[in-house]
C-alpha cells in the first residue's frame, strides 16, 4: 500500500504544477490580451509552475481536489471596459482547466489504456481540473468567481460587496478548516455532484 502511494504522489505532483500553471498563464495571457502588461512585467507570464504556486491552496489542491494558485498581478487601469475584461480575465483560468479535463475525459472514452500509471494521471487531471474550475468559481472573495460576480452585479450591489471583500479569505479558510476538522461537508456538500457530473460527461464513465 506505501508504495501505491508513493506511485500516486509521483503521478499527482505533475499534474498539480501543471493544473495550477495554466490557471494562471491563462489569466495572466488574457490580461495581457486585454492591454494589461502586469504579468508579463513580472515574470508571471511564464509556463514556469514556482511563480504560481500557492503553498496552501495547492495542499488543499493536492489532498482534496480543489484548490488555487498564486494570483497573478492584475492592473485594471489597463483595460479599456474595465468590468468585461475583469470577467474574461477572471474567466480564463477555470475554463483553461476545464478544457484540461475535458482533454483527458475524450482521452479516457476513446484511447485504449494499458498502463495503470496512465489512468491515474489521466483520473486525476481529468478531476483536479474540474475541482480547481469549479472551486475557483465560487463567489468567495479572493476565488475567480468573486470576481466575475462584483463585475456583473449592478453597481450599487457592486459596491456592497465590494465591502464584503475583506472578509472572503477569512471566510473561506474557515470553511475549509469547518469541512476537515468538524467534517460540516461544506464544499463537498456544493462541489462533488458538479465535479461527479462533469467527470462523468466528460470521461463516458460512471463516477
Not at 506505501?2 to 505533475?14: C, G, L, R, S, V
Not at 457592486?158 to 464544499?187: E, M
Request: contains cysteine; positive net charge.
Amino acid at each position: 500500500m506505501f508504495d501505491i502511494d508513493i506511485a500516486d504522489i509521483i503521478i499527482k505532483i505533475p499534474v498539480l504544477l501543471f493544473s495550477i500553471t495554466i490557471h494562471e498563464y491563462a489569466h495572466g495571457k488574457m490580461a495581457f490580451n486585454c492591454g494589461d502588461p502586469t504579468a508579463y512585467s513580472l515574470g508571471r507570464l511564464t509556463l514556469n509552475p514556482l511563480p504560481h504556486i500557492d503553498p496552501f491552496g495547492a495542499l488543499c489542491l493536492f489532498l482534496f481536489n480543489f484548490g488555487w494558485a498564486k494570483p497573478v498581478p492584475i492592473n485594471t487601469r489597463y483595460f479599456k471596459n474595465i468590468r468585461a475584461d475583469i470577467i474574461k480575465t477572471s474567466l480564463a483560468g477555470p475554463i483553461s482547466n476545464l478544457i484540461l479535463a475535458l482533454t483527458a475525459g475524450i482521452i479516457i472514452r476513446f484511447v485504449p489504456i494499458y498502463a495503470e500509471s496512465m489512468g491515474i494521471f489521466l483520473y486525476y487531471m481529468l478531476f483536479m481540473n474540474i475541482g480547481l474550475a469549479l472551486f475557483n468559481l465560487l463567489p468567495i472573495p479572493p476565488l475567480d468567481g468573486s470576481h466575475v460576480l462584483e463585475n456583473i452585479l449592478p453597481f450599487k450591489l457592486s459596491l456592497g460587496y465590494y465591502k464584503f471583500k475583506q472578509y472572503g479569505p477569512i471566510i473561506l479558510i474557515g470553511i475549509i478548516i469547518l469541512d476537515n476538522i468538524a467534517h460540516t461537508g461544506i464544499l463537498r456538500a456544493i462541489l462533488f455532484q458538479p465535479m461527479r457530473f462533469l467527470a462523468s460527461l466528460f470521461s463516458g464513465l460512471n463516477f
